[in-house]
């Protein structure tokens, strides 16, 4: 029986002050985030889940749905208005808001992967790619300049980046380059938890069908949970074993892909679907 | 304005050691702090004194705090008794500390405020060295903000610092910090030792002395307690290297005085534009010199 | 033998005090300066070193503007100095400025105000052509234009104190009110600076800062790194009495006057709050002596770092570590100056290194280095 490794409920995020209106004028039937009464955005609403070991969640919405909200409060990127995320990891029950700073940061560094759209984010652009990897080495006390070496080397060989770059700095890489060195970076510790958002968003197609062959690929050998995050139907249905569907910081349905794919329920995920295929 | 206002007709009433009482029992109170959290910088309202901020006022600002009517004090700047700074300093201390003795002699001295330098001779228990500090924070190259730094140095993330050395080797195959090297102590707080160099980092490792370390334009108070580990930030595979003055044919260069070859050496061109190496540690030298010119007059 | 002497810096010390000594008395008229001409003749320059120096003292400012041959960084660093050693006595309560009796006082923001528009003693509408006529001034002919100003002055029907246009804003609801004091204001002579740090901190820390540092800096801000868009709702210049408490009975007595500069701007306005209305937001700005520019840019700093504490900065002049960190003259002068002193052994440290890593780029590579060592 596969184990449960992450188990979030009640996630929520209000920016504003809030008030007693907030949650009924928001969310899918209202067509909104934003509070008519008072102005405050809704950005996730009651969002809860189970991952399982090994699996890989997809979560699907569009800009406003809160999927990448998801994911940044679970990453620390930012706090929750309430909810609770638990993770479980080599026999331990983190109770991850509950939680402070130091202790955020180093189950950050060492058993999550974070992969952003945006390079910028998840890359020190002051230092070389291999440079990139050593950091995140360095930071989980990994003190051995030949190992570091080594296992850079084999990460970003891993990932198809060619050798002679691992020196360069990533500034001169092309955007699919760049995303396979955030990748190198984020599994170097061998995390059992992987967040991916939007990371093939923006690249060429033939880019982004490498990149997503690369992750279906490690996580394979790697046994790595994932959170995949993205606005497109061809990942998820690539990647994904089971899929949330978000709109407007509501989860409007879940469950696996197959299912979600050829029987929507929601009128919402009919429409996506039927405007995919 | 007050008509009957008078300038004094000297300078008057400077208490012991300049400072007032309060800003001594401050500075003392901020090392105390110092010495149980070894390597961390604490904070101190630093004040102004009559030579520049740079000049030393941070180290001068501990020797004030601690100094007293019995101690001996001995000044050096880049090694040298007589350099000018050291000049300046030791006589403005001299001057508001009155009944303190001066020596060139370190095993003589019971308080030596030193600028880039830690003397040859093996410092003991019963002394003190106060370090001057321009830059009190090794983080300070890869993080501007210091409440950041702060963290950092909370967390014992050093990573980023730790980056550096690695794009150093890289690109080098050396680490090529040359001083200021960063050490950790105890285990935990990275330290800028001062810009003392390489060579003179082994001796902060469990020193019989107490080394004290200020900085004075940027306010902070740190230590290395009499004992404790001093390691520089290595890789486990890439060593530590102090300097080491090796001529072409490698062989260990020997000062030009007193012929050491196991101090640290100023290097200079003379008016013939040969390069001459002397030691930088003056008191040393003459020391050496002193010791060969008995031996050489027949008993 | 060749080697370097390693005595003489006694000497060299000497030597350099007495040259600077010698080019200080070098005038030819062989009259050393009057402390009393550098006060009243030379009075902003008096009043920069006074505000600099944290310590107001006219008299000393003069001796110190004498002693260092006009350098302010060093004038102010006399006085800082000189402080230094003085005991504190004691800590006086919150002066109000609006006692100030004042010599200067307008406001851009009105067309007139109460109490009037009073230019007073001011070059912002001389014409900067140079007066010839100063350079060989008869004494006769300097000590009249004094003795003609007092002559011509009407009769004083000014009143004692002037009402801040502020306190108007504030009663049209378009300024929030007085905040209550929180507490004792920070005191920057005893704490160290640990950001992040109370506006109070932030005042005292430019109130004697050093005035180009300021300028630049504000400076940046108005030209468009920052949105500060400030109006001078009141500049005033004039004489603040310092209220210090009876030992006996704990009356306020007039202990004596400071000359003064405060400037209060008013910017963008926001609203603080959504239940709230929207309101004009406030710069303050104040310093010893006569120096309007240092006021008008520390009044645009505080509102810059206010934002910046608030929301974070978007620019440097809003960013508190970036401003407060660089604008002491004491501090700046003191660290460039430095780089004056020796750096030979740290020098050598870098030759070493430099060569050993010449050394090693020259040698053939077999082997990558460190690398091989797995």
Known sequence: MTQKILEVRGLSRIYGHGCPMCLASTGPEHDTNVCGHCGSIVALHDVGFDLFRGEILGIIGESGSGKSSTVKMLYFDDTPSAGQAIFHDEGQRHDLFRKNAAQQRSLRNKRFGMVYQNPHLGLNFQVSAGGNIAERLLMSDVAHYGEIRRRSRDLLARTEVLPERMDQNPKTFSGGMQQRVQIAKALVTRPPLLFLDEVTTGLDLSVQAAILDLILEIQQELDTAMIVVTHDLGVIRLLAGRTLVMKHGRVIEAGLTDQILEDPQHAYTQRLVASNL | MNLNYEFPGEETGYAFGFLDEYAKKEVRRAILKAICIPGYQTPYASREMPMGRGFGTGGLQLTLALIGPDDTLKVIDQGADDSVNAVNLRQFILHTCPGVAATEKTEAATVIQSRHRIPEKPLTEAQVLVLQVPYPDPLVVVESSEARRKTMHAEGDYSRLLVKLYEDIVRFDEITISFRYPTRINGHYVIDPSPIPRWDVPKLDQSPALVLLGAGREKKIYAVPPYTPAEPLVFEDVPFRVEHFLDGQDRRRACVRCGATDSYLDEFSNDQDAKIFQCSDSAWCSERLSRQRREEVPA | ?374
């Open chain 3, 1 to 374: 033998m060749g080697y370097v002497a390693i005595k003489g810096g006694r000497a060299a010390i000497d030597g350099a005090a007495a040259a600077a000594e010698f080019l200080r008395a070098r005038d030819e008229s062989g009259e050393p300066l009057r402390l009393s001409a550098i006060e009243h003749q030379l009075r902003l320059l008096t009043s920069r070193v006074i505000s600099e120096g944290g310590l107001y003292h006219p008299r000393l400012a003069a001796l110190a503007i004498k002693q260092f041959q006009g350098d302010t960084l060093e004038a102010a660093f006399a006085l800082r100095a000189y402080r230094s050693t003085k005991p504190r006595l004691m800590a006086l309560p919150v002066q109000p400025s609006t006692s100030m009796r004042c010599i200067r006082r307008i406001s851009s923001a009105f067309k007139d105000i109460p109490g009037g528009q009073m230019i007073g003693p001011s070059y912002d509408f001389a014409l900067r052509l140079l007066r010839f006529d100063l350079a060989n001034e008869d004494p006769a002919a300097f000590q009249a234009v004094a003795r003609r100003f007092l002559g011509a002055a009407p009769p004083a029907d000014l009143p004692d104190s002037f009402p801040k246009v502020l306190d108007a804003l504030r009663g049209e609801g378009l300024l929030p009110p007085v905040a209550a004091s929180q507490g004792e204001p920070f005191d920057i002579t005893r704490e160290p600076l640990v950001f992040p740090v109370s506006r109070s901190a932030a005042l005292a820390t430019m109130a004697r800062a050093e005035t180009g540092s300021l300028l630049a800096m504000a400076y940046s801000n108005m030209r468009g790194y920052g949105d500060v868009h400030p109006t001078v709702a009141e500049l005033r210049v004039g004489y603040l009495p310092v209220l210090v408490p009876h030992p006996v009975t704990g009356e306020p007595m007039e202990a004596g006057e400071v000359l003064m500069t405060e400037c209060e701007v008013v910017a963008m306005y926001e609203s603080g709050n959504p239940d709230a209305l929207p309101m004009f937001t406030l710069g303050y700005g104040a310093c010893f002596g006569h120096n309007e520019v240092k006021a008008i840019s520390m009044a645009i700093l505080d509102r810059a770092l206010q934002k910046g504490m608030r929301d974070g900065p978007e620019n440097p002049s809003e960013d508190p570590e970036f401003v407060l960190l660089h604008v002491d003259g004491v501090d700046s002068m003191g660290f460039a100056s430095h780089y004056k002193m020796p750096h030979y052994v740290t020098f050598q440290s870098d030759l070493d290194r430099l060569r050993t890593t010449q050394d090693k780029a020259r040698a053939p590579r077999t082997e990558v280095g460190h690398e091989s060592k797995l």
